[in-house]
């Protein structure tokens, strides 16, 4: 049945094509607009709620008059959708420092403990402070006059 159907079936014709193909209601821009821009990038998402520009609360004026002293935002005046992100208490931007002064720092640290090192290596001595004493020498213990030393005499510890 469904193979007669088929074979029955006559192709549409061409204005039908070309009818179906492109809606009478489409427009072709080649511009879009500052609002068409910010609906592509967020369509539909917030409902409708008016989204300020992405700006951290931190950078603004600390001594200007605002209603919100802590967050520095005035009454009325909209949040972002990512407030947790931009609010004045989010992290800081760690901005002061460039990868160049950050090297400069580390290779100061590095070279300043090296340095102290190399130092206190030619500085402190390399003997006991106080050397051992016995009362008799230990003479016999370490196996008398005739016995092997282990080291050379005025060789040191």
């Not at 500052?34 to 989204?51: F, I, K, M, T, W």
């Not at 520095?72 to 420092?97: K, M, Q, T, V, W």
Request: charged share 25%.
């Amino acid at each position: 049945m469904l193979s007669r159907r088929l074979t029955a079936a006559r192709p549409l014709p061409r204005a039908a094509l070309r009818s179906a193909a492109v809606p009478h209601f489409t427009q072709r821009r080649t511009a879009l607009t500052a609002h068409e821009r910010a609906e592509l990038a967020d369509p539909l998402q917030n409902g409708g709620y008016v989204n300020p520009p992405l700006e951290k609360r931190s950078k603004r004026d600390p001594y200007a008059d605002w209603w919100d002293k802590q967050d520095r935002r005035n009454f009325g005046e909209p949040c972002h959708e990512d407030h947790d992100i931009l609010g004045a208490l989010s992290l800081h931007d760690y901005d002061h420092f460039t990868p160049a002064w950050g090297g400069l720092l580390l290779g100061t640290f590095v070279a300043t403990v090296l340095t102290l090192c190399f130092a206190v290596s030619h500085v402190y001595p390399d003997k006991v402070s106080a050397p051992k004493t016995y009362p008799d020498g230990l003479d016999a213990e370490l196996g008398g006059s005739r016995a092997m030393l282990a080291r050379k005499p005025g060789e040191g510890w």
